[in-house]
């Protein structure tokens, strides 16, 4: 069992910056690949990024050079930096977690967590 929870999630104008937070907790938690998705209101769940147990990151061409990911393994926590954020951006913003990472990247994901909403205004 894995749980995660989201945080950092606020309100800023375009061209502004937030940084995400996941924390992961459970037993075997570091075998685990790591997600990222949003839902923006009306619209699908979609992939933003996605940080494998092994330390590699692949993220949507719509993010990449905005959006960076790293890992604090001391503190078991993913982050999302994103910066120069759009309106485009607005979202629930879910991490998600899987020992398989093609479960990751195809939103099938064994653990969500509660989601952090991120609203960008022009």
């Known amino acids: 069992q894995v749980q995660l929870v989201e945080s950092g999630g606020d309100s800023v104008q375009a061209g502004g910056s937030l940084r995400l937070s996941c924390e992961v907790s459970g037993n075997d938690s570091s075998l685990y690949s790591l997600g990222w998705f949003r839902q923006a209101a009306g619209n699908q769940r979609e992939w933003v990024a996605t940080?494998?147990?092994?330390?590699?990151?692949v993220s949507r061409v719509s993010v990449k050079g905005r959006f960076t990911q790293s890992k604090d393994n001391a503190k078991n926590t993913l982050y999302l930096q994103m910066n120069s954020l759009k309106p485009e951006d607005t979202g629930m913003y879910y991490c998600?977690?899987?020992?398989?990472?093609?479960?990751?990247?195809?939103?099938?994901?064994?653990?969500w967590g509660q989601g952090t909403q991120v609203t960008v205004s022009s």
């Open positions: 998600a977690a899987d020992r398989n990472t093609l479960n990751v990247a195809l939103g099938r994901a064994a653990y």
């Open positions: 940080f494998r147990h092994d330390g590699g990151t």
